[in-house]
């Protein structure tokens, strides 16, 4: 059983699209977070949510946008999207919030390619 | 700020070697350390996890690492690599109080026969 899914896999798009990658976690966690890997596979936090609340915001431009429609859930959208922007965005989750011990469990990974 | 150094980009070990990656962090007090492995195409998997107690931790896959305080150290090891093991390494420190983990750059590991 899959325990932090990631929607699409690949995503393939044109500059200034707006896109969405989707994240489900079925383990009964609390946060969720958005992380993103650039080219040199740095990881990077950009966002965390605690039962739908935005918890950690990072400097991240304000064409990203999450979004938790319930705390089984955290979308990332994204909009005119640039070069830049691609990169892989990993979805990943935890029991709790805000003790820094929690073991995070990602997802697959969603790789963007904008064009 | 926090930050972690994984001072080896690359290694390179013949399958049954021995292997250590080197993580170093820096923090104001003792941090919660992980060890990340990410298969090609994969998400991250866990291999281990220090909070506080014993500074030699056991993990996934024969792995284990050991804390030094006073090296701001946390490195990896493994007694005898196996060809699966070729991956991508992430050390990472979470500061207290927060879930914001801070990742080091990796280390790509090759394994040959």
């Known amino acids: 059983d899959t325990a932090v899914s990631q929607t699409p896999k690949y995503l393939v798009t044109q500059m200034g699209n707006d896109k969405s990658i989707k994240c489900e976690q079925n383990?009964?966690?609390?946060?969720m977070y958005w992380y993103k890997q650039d080219s040199k596979k740095f990881l990077k936090i950009m966002f965390s949510y605690n039962n739908k609340e935005l918890i950690i915001n990072e400097t991240v431009p304000n064409r990203f946008s999450p979004k938790s429609p319930d705390k089984a859930h955290l979308n990332l959208h994204i909009n005119s999207l640039e070069l830049g922007d691609s990169a892989v965005y990993f979805c990943a989750s935890s029991q709790a919030a805000g003790t820094g011990d929690n073991e995070q469990f990602f997802g697959p990974g969603t790789r963007l390619t904008v064009l | 700020a926090q930050s972690v150094t994984q001072p080896d980009i690359h290694i390179t070990v013949s399958e049954g070697a021995s292997l250590e990656l080197r993580c170093n962090y820096s923090?104001?007090?003792?941090?919660?350390l992980f060890w990340y492995v990410q298969s090609p195409g994969q998400g991250l998997q866990l291999l281990l996890k220090?909070?506080?107690?014993?500074?030699l931790v056991q993990g996934i896959k024969g792995f284990e690492a050991e804390f030094k305080r006073s090296q701001s150290s946390f490195n990896l090891r493994k007694p005898s690599v196996h060809w699966s093991d070729a991956a991508e390494y992430f050390c990472a420190v979470g500061p207290y109080n927060t879930d914001k983990l801070i990742f080091g750059t990796g280390t790509r590991l090759q394994v040959f026969p």
């Open positions: 383990l009964g966690h609390d946060t």
């Open positions: 923090y104001g007090a003792t941090p919660y």
């Open positions: 220090y909070f506080s107690g014993d500074t």
